[in-house]
């Protein structure tokens, strides 16, 4: 039987979300919905923002400022990487210099190159992750290698755009291979993952301290896709390769790091053994928890309560998943196509950008089908939603 990615997506939902449940990471049974319980009415999505480019993370300051990053995927190559929307609803580049002019044969050093993730955090600057390179299941392997100090994260003012930091890793930290995907800071520290081999990254604002954790660690490589099967031409369908380690969440109260592959499982580490340089990546791992299966994911938001909200990429919705690890749809939407990088806002909305990264040539299709324009789609957390208690956003703030 030929393995379409198709039916993949729908074996791995149907996996994820099957009888087994998740694993509460309190040591309890998962709860399950009553099979004779009214089914909780699904929140309205509504479009926040149109882009003209490729969007799949989002971000906003606690004025409502909203950011987006904008992968140069393939086929989507002509794009500023990072923008800002203005008051009259427009987007526009950000912060409109030479950093959005980045072009092949650039070393890439003071340019964005491949934004894969954007943040804003407790005092409102702009985090960005510039993964340096193309990608390498798409791009040439002069392109798709990252040159010296393209790889970097950038902070900068939201308003006036002045960069505030830049950070740039070693060999040590960022071997051949590694890609750094998403961040998460609370307090002076910075965690990353690195989708490219799998680990996680721990970086120190205050003492300028990296460390690389659990490099090529089995949790940090997620459930394994199976290799699309070739057709008649020789070639396979869909080139697109899954990263590992990618999405990352930290508590409200920095005590707990989750992470998880777009495949799964999620899993979480105690942040103090995860800082703690006497303690060895084989220590570590005795410590790291099993959190929950889930089906194939683009994106994730945690509230103060430990919620997470996952993109729900084969079924076009968003899925609720309190700590008790129960499941349930909390919205969907046609619309919300290939949902990545969502984003909880200081007024509790929750703002999922819908790329249609899957309506590309990366993935089989014969041309690229995405239409313009790339929507960002929003609804309003309520206090409660079918029985669980939603909170507000996770700023990184400490105390």
């Given at each position: 039987?030929?393995?379409?990615?198709?039916r993949f997506?729908?074996t791995?939902?149907?996996?994820?979300?099957?009888?087994?449940?998740a694993?509460?990471?309190?040591g309890?049974g998962a709860?399950?919905?009553?099979?004779t319980?009214?089914p909780?009415?699904?929140?309205?999505?509504t479009?926040?923002?149109?882009?003209p480019?490729?969007?799949?993370q989002v971000?906003?300051?606690?004025?409502?400022e909203l950011f987006?990053?904008?992968p140069?995927f393939?086929?989507?190559?002509?794009?500023?990487?990072?923008?800002?929307r203005k008051?009259?609803?427009?987007?526009?580049?950000f912060?409109?210099n030479?950093?959005n002019?980045w072009?092949p044969?650039?070393?890439?050093?003071?340019?964005?190159v491949?934004?894969n993730?954007?943040?804003i955090?407790a005092?409102?600057?702009v985090?960005?992750?510039d993964?340096g390179g193309?990608?390498?299941d798409?791009s040439?392997?002069?392109?798709?290698?990252p040159k010296p100090g393209?790889?970097?994260?950038?902070q900068f003012d939201?308003?006036?755009g002045?960069v505030?930091?830049?950070?740039r890793?070693?060999?040590?930290?960022?071997?051949?291979?590694?890609q750094?995907n998403?961040?998460?800071i609370?307090?002076?520290?910075?965690?990353l993952t690195?989708?490219?081999?799998?680990?996680l990254?721990?970086?120190?604002?205050?003492?300028?301290?990296t460390?690389?954790?659990?490099?090529?660690?089995?949790?940090?490589?997620?459930?394994?896709?199976?290799?699309p099967?070739?057709?008649?031409?020789?070639?396979?369908?869909?080139?697109h390769?899954?990263?590992?380690s990618?999405?990352?969440?930290i508590?409200?109260d920095?005590?707990?790091l989750y992470?998880?592959?777009?495949?799964?499982p999620?899993?979480?580490?105690a942040t103090?053994?995860?800082r703690?340089a006497s303690?060895s990546?084989?220590?570590l791992?005795?410590?790291?928890?099993?959190?929950?299966?889930?089906?194939?994911t683009g994106?994730?938001?945690?509230?103060?309560h430990?919620n997470?909200y996952?993109s729900d990429?084969?079924?076009?919705?968003?899925?609720?998943?309190?700590?008790?690890?129960?499941?349930?749809v909390?919205?969907a939407n046609?619309e919300l196509?290939?949902?990545?990088?969502?984003?909880?806002a200081?007024?509790?909305?929750?703002y999922v950008p819908?790329p249609?990264?899957?309506?590309?040539?990366l993935f089989?299709?014969p041309k690229?089908l995405t239409?313009?324009?790339f929507l960002i789609?929003?609804?309003?957390?309520p206090?409660k939603?079918?029985?669980?208690e939603?909170?507000?956003?996770?700023?990184?703030r400490s105390?």
């Amino acid at each position: 039987m030929e393995i379409t990615r198709r039916r993949f997506l729908s074996t791995a939902s149907a996996i994820a979300m099957g009888t087994a449940g998740a694993v509460a990471v309190s040591g309890c049974g998962a709860e399950e919905k009553s099979a004779t319980a009214a089914p909780e009415p699904e929140l309205k999505l509504t479009v926040a923002a149109r882009s003209p480019w490729m969007a799949n993370q989002v971000a906003l300051t606690s004025a409502n400022e909203l950011f987006l990053g904008l992968p140069r995927f393939p086929g989507h190559e002509t794009t500023p990487s990072v923008a800002r929307r203005k008051p009259d609803g427009s987007v526009v580049a950000f912060p409109g210099n030479s950093w959005n002019e980045w072009k092949p044969g650039d070393d890439g050093k003071n340019a964005f190159v491949y934004v894969n993730s954007l943040h804003i955090f407790a005092d409102d600057t702009v985090w960005c992750v510039d993964q340096g390179g193309l990608r390498p299941d798409a791009s040439p392997k002069e392109l798709s290698t990252p040159k010296p100090g393209a790889q970097k994260i950038v902070q900068f003012d939201p308003h006036s755009g002045k960069v505030l930091d830049v950070l740039r890793f070693g060999e040590d930290i960022l071997p051949t291979g590694a890609q750094m995907n998403d961040l998460r800071i609370h307090g002076s520290t910075v965690y990353l993952t690195d989708s490219g081999l799998g680990g996680l990254i721990v970086h120190d604002l205050s003492t300028g301290k990296t460390l690389r954790r659990l490099s090529g660690y089995k949790e940090m490589l997620g459930v394994v896709a199976p290799t699309p099967t070739a057709t008649a031409t020789g070639k396979s369908k869909s080139k697109h390769r899954t990263p590992k380690s990618d999405m990352i969440e930290i508590t409200q109260d920095g005590k707990w790091l989750y992470w998880a592959a777009p495949t799964g499982p999620f899993y979480r580490v105690a942040t103090n053994l995860l800082r703690d340089a006497s303690v060895s990546d084989a220590q570590l791992a005795t410590h790291i928890e099993h959190v929950a299966d889930i089906p194939l994911t683009g994106g994730c938001a945690m509230d103060t309560h430990e919620n997470l909200y996952l993109s729900d990429l084969d079924n076009k919705r968003i899925l609720l998943m309190p700590p008790s690890g129960k499941r349930t749809v909390l919205a969907a939407n046609p619309e919300l196509v290939s949902p990545d990088g969502s984003f909880i806002a200081a007024d509790r909305r929750l703002y999922v950008p819908a790329p249609q990264s899957e309506r590309t040539e990366l993935f089989g299709n014969p041309k690229d089908l995405t239409k313009k324009p790339f929507l960002i789609l929003s609804l309003e957390l309520p206090k409660k939603f079918d029985g669980t208690e939603l909170g507000n956003a996770v700023t990184g703030r400490s105390g």
